[in-house]
């Protein structure tokens, strides 16, 4: 996108623009205070028993060391109110994370986690360019998925309209776009894509009233970002957040774009080894691990997120001092080994959208004949790529063999398909097809 100003507005000056110091201080007052509404857990009282652990022994932020861990596995055998601090008469919310690998988690929200939740969710709003007079539609999915809510309570916070069309029904999700001069869109990046692809169906490219989008809830690579730029003419921004921790709100860009910036006054962020569990130096990619700071229904220490990213320090010129995290790499659990090599989809979405011809539509398919790991990626070509004569389409063939080899050391076997052939997304992306461990009867 061209150039762009947007009025750097802060929501919560004191918070968000806190001399580090004195957020360090914050921290560890709010640290003790969590350790101390944790041991109403069991197993966080059990675990500060083993380790001797009282609130008046945090003397310092270099003492969350000696705090536990806590795993999706520990939230999973709590099922459903095992991790909470509160009975469930306290609560007026509930959650819960996909459980696409298990059963799902369950998180739950007291009247104060709730504003809290809103404060969060309105500050990277405003950080991307969320003014009250905007009409914003939400296009996460409302429901058990902390997308919907998360974001809307956080709009409504700022005073600017929510339509909450949630995710689907995309055609009619356009025309209220349309009809109601929708100006900023709230949805995962590759949903804005299915989004641009259907207005362009819908003759109404160039047409509507957007202008930014806060994009989050799955990986995405830079690329991607430019592309549906292009395609929806926007300003988009990334935002982070997890339902175990609270939801969307942890982490945001302010237009500057230099990473999210993290709301350090109610999240402690560590970034880890993930085999050997210790601290990577500062700017290192690592394992995300994430204290909550506050929270009344679900208190969470030292959760490992299983989110691969960089975290850093850096005077930004909005004026905020949270530390910042770069763009998740990936999660530990999404990588895949391919004939013994590591590899991420997000380092096969970076090389296929720098090839002109491909649309940013993809999927990766892995079987496993006679015991060796095949590979073979799905790339969908652009209308323009598709109608080209047979010998463009070897060339483009040969292309991505080679650019997804360089940047993977893989070798994929590449099956161009035609424009719209890929499944699209309603919500987070699927981009991967493992069928190595199916059994063939
Ligand atoms: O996806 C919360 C959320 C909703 C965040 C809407 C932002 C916007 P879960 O369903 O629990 O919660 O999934 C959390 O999604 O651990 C990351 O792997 C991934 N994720 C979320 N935001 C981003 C992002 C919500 N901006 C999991 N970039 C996390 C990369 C993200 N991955």
Redesign the pocket.
Known sequence: MGEFVIENRIWNPEMETMPVEDIKKLQLKKLKETVAHAANVPFYRNEFAKRKITPESIKSLDDLARLPFTTKEEMRSGYPFGLFAVPPSQLIRIHA??GTTGKP?IVGYTKKDLALWAELCSRFLVAGGLTPNQITQVA?GYGL????F??HYGIENVGAAVVPASSGNTKRQITLMHDLNVETL?C??SYALNIAEVIEEMGLKGKLALKYA???????TEDMRIAVESALNIHAF????????I??????ECAARNG?HIQEDCFIFECINPDTLEPVPEGEEGE?VITALGKEACPVIRYR???L?RLYRMKCPCGRTGMLMS??K??TD?MLIIRGVNIFPSQVEEALLRIDGVAPHYLIELYRPNNLDEAVLKVEMTPQSFSDKMEAMIKLKERITREVSTVTGIHFKIELVAPNSLERSLG?AKHVNDMRNLKVE
């Open positions: 994370s996909s988690t996460f998925f902390t997308g919907g998360g974001l709230i995962t990046p806060h994009f989050g809830g799955e990986q995405w990334n935002n982070y957040g997890l339902s175990e921790i939801g969307p709100g942890v982490a945001g999210m995300l997120t299983r989110d990213a763009r998740v990936g999660r999404d987070k």
